[in-house]
């Protein structure tokens, strides 16, 4: 059973910075798609930004934010720069085993609970 654990979310100004992380239990993390998705209130889940061989960003927060994993430590991380009010909402660490589709959180196949960002203006 694969689980994921988001960690580092909070309350930030606007113009801060967070960084969050997520730990992936398993055998076989490097084998994984991870990407990030978000959920605002209201509004549905929302890819955020995946990671493979290659880096993909939604275009809301290109040059903002950058995703990157470390294998050995089974974690994949997103480091959230200049942050808006319009960047809160829960984010979500997400698994897959196939590639291809990263934007389409039905396509990803485990999810950790979320972890809170809010950004006051």
């Known amino acids: 059973q694969v689980q994921l654990v988001e960690s580092g979310g909070g309350l930030v100004q606007a113009g801060g910075s967070l960084r969050l992380s997520c730990v992936v239990s398993?055998?076989?993390?490097?084998?994984?798609?991870m990407g990030w998705f978000r959920q605002a209130p209201g509004k549905e889940r929302a890819f955020v930004a995946a990671?493979?061989?290659?880096?993909y960003y939604a275009d809301s927060v290109k040059g903002r934010f950058t995703i990157s994993r470390d294998n050995a430590k089974n974690t994949v991380y997103l480091q959230m720069n200049s942050l808006k009010p319009e960047d809160t909402a829960v984010y979500y660490c997400?698994?897959?085993?196939?590639?291809?589709?990263?934007?389409?959180?039905?396509?990803?196949?485990?999810w950790g609970p979320g972890t809170q960002v809010t950004v006051s203006s």
């Open positions: 997400a698994a897959k085993r196939t590639g291809g589709d990263y934007y389409i959180a039905a396509t990803y196949d485990y």
């Open positions: 398993g055998r076989t993390f490097s084998n994984y798609v």
């Open positions: 990671i493979y061989w290659s880096t």
